[in-house]
């Protein structure tokens, strides 16, 4: 229902009329220099990228295989690596989601308050994706999501808040 009111809420947003006047913006002005990317500044859901957190000396750095994968679930946005281990067991996979719309407030499994980075922060082991969950704020109403799963989620922990430290530097 989450994705459904997102979506309806874009959908709407363009065809309602705002009784007013227009007033200008900043101007703008015109630069030679092609633009340089840089993090977010804000929290809008479409300035954070989950692919884009995780960068390719930080993928290097924790063992990372492959090239990552975008994909979208019910209320975020996500992103997958996967880390093989020589015993197959130890291997796991690497989620980073942005939930726009939950905060750490929302949480629902057992966590315990930690500090990540400049960051409020939260980590517990999420019996539903067998897997050990950091989760990052960037809001009161938003989070990233940090996620190492595999066979035996508490051996997950360590290597969910390495990859969430190598993460939080790129937050807004």
């Known amino acids: 229902m989450l994705v459904s009111a997102a979506g309806l809420l874009l959908l709407t ?21 092609a633009p340089r990317p840089t993090k977010p500044t804000s929290a809008e859901p479409d300035s954070i990228k989950p692919c884009d957190l995780l960068t390719e000396s930080a993928a290097k750095e924790i063992g990372v295989t492959g090239e990552p994968k975008p994909r979208k679930i019910t209320g ?13 067991a130890d291997s796991y ?9 939950l905060g750490l407030k929302d949480l629902r499994s057992q966590t315990a308050e930690i500090q990540v980075g400049k960051h409020k922060a939260a980590q517990g082991v999420d019996e539903d994706t067998l897997g050990c969950v ?22 997950l922990c360590a290597p969910a808040l390495a990859a969430a430290k190598l993460v939080e530097p790129e937050l807004p």
């Not at 975020?76 to 197959?88: E, G, I, L, Y």
């Open 13 to 33: 947003g363009c065809t309602e009329r705002t009784v007013g006047t227009p007033e200008p913006g900043l101007p703008t002005t015109q630069s030679s220099e």
């Open 76 to 88: 975020a946005t996500a992103c997958s690596w996967r880390v093989r281990k020589d015993a197959s």
């Open 93 to 101: 996979t690497l989620d980073v989601a942005y939930i726009p719309e």
């Open 134 to 155: 950091v989760s990052i704020q960037i809001t009161e109403t938003s989070r990233i999501d940090v996620v190492a799963a595999g066979s035996d989620p508490t051996k």
